[in-house]
């Protein structure tokens, strides 16, 4: 079983659109959670850290299932901003980060 | 905002030849770390260091491959004797380690080994 294991993609939605993207992870040790962003070639930036009770920045809500070992990530209203690639993120004890193979994101006009 | 730098941007190399890629963290940042991606594939952990030695290191991470913190800010990857299997991006990161566990990526150098 893979350590993070993310939808397979590429999601393509209109603008405007409502969007999920989950995520499962094999350890039930891990200490931390987060959703990154990629775009083409760049490095991954932080989007949001996850938290047990939920949490939400704007337009994004993401929620953490302890119990279930499965995170997740909504975006409401996309804009053609957010197309990237969409990256679950655990970190383990040790300190070190565990990257999901990464869920593309397309949103058109 | 302070961020993470790397250079080169992009290194070309010939199989066999050593590497060495630069890294300046942010500033007060105390965790250090080396993540890899190949093209196509995901983001890998390489090593992390921290109080001047490595605390944690991958199986990728043998001993071609090596770390340094030369002086207060400088954080470098060296690899001794380049494979074609060692071209990759690779992503310098830095932790604060005080409060928060998120890890702040630098924008990479795209490693090419001919």
């Known amino acids: 079983r893979k350590e993070v294991e993310q939808d397979p993609g590429p999601f393509n939605v209109p603008e405007g659109a409502t969007v999920a993207f989950n995520c499962t992870y094999s350890?039930?040790?891990?200490?931390?959670f987060f959703w990154y962003r990629q775009d083409c070639r760049k490095e991954p930036k932080l989007l949001m850290s996850v938290y047990s009770s939920g949490n939400e920045d704007g337009r994004f809500t993401a929620q953490l299932n302890r119990a279930s070992q499965y995170i997740s990530l909504l975006i409401r209203d996309s804009k053609l901003s957010d197309s990237a690639t969409y990256l679950c993120v655990v970190r383990n004890e040790g300190g070190k980060l565990i990257f999901g193979q990464g869920t593309e994101l397309s949103v058109k006009p | 905002e302070p961020e993470v730098t790397q250079t080169p941007s992009h290194q070309v190399t010939q199989m066999g030849q050593e590497v060495i890629l630069r890294c300046v963290p942010i500033s007060n940042h105390l965790y250090f770390y080396w993540y890899r991606q190949i093209l196509g594939q995901k983001v890998e952990f390489l090593v992390s260091f921290y109080n001047n030695e490595i605390s944690e290191k991958s199986e990728i991470f043998d001993d071609q491959f090596s770390v340094e913190r030369p002086d207060g800010s400088n954080f470098t990857l060296k690899i001794r004797s380049t494979k074609l299997e060692d071209s990759a991006m690779y992503f310098c990161?830095?932790?604060?380690?005080?409060?928060?566990?998120?890890?702040?990526f630098g924008p990479g150098t795209r490693l090419t080994v001919t």
């Open positions: 990161a830095s932790r604060p380690g005080w409060t928060g566990n998120e890890q702040y």
């Open positions: 350890n039930s040790a891990s200490q931390s």
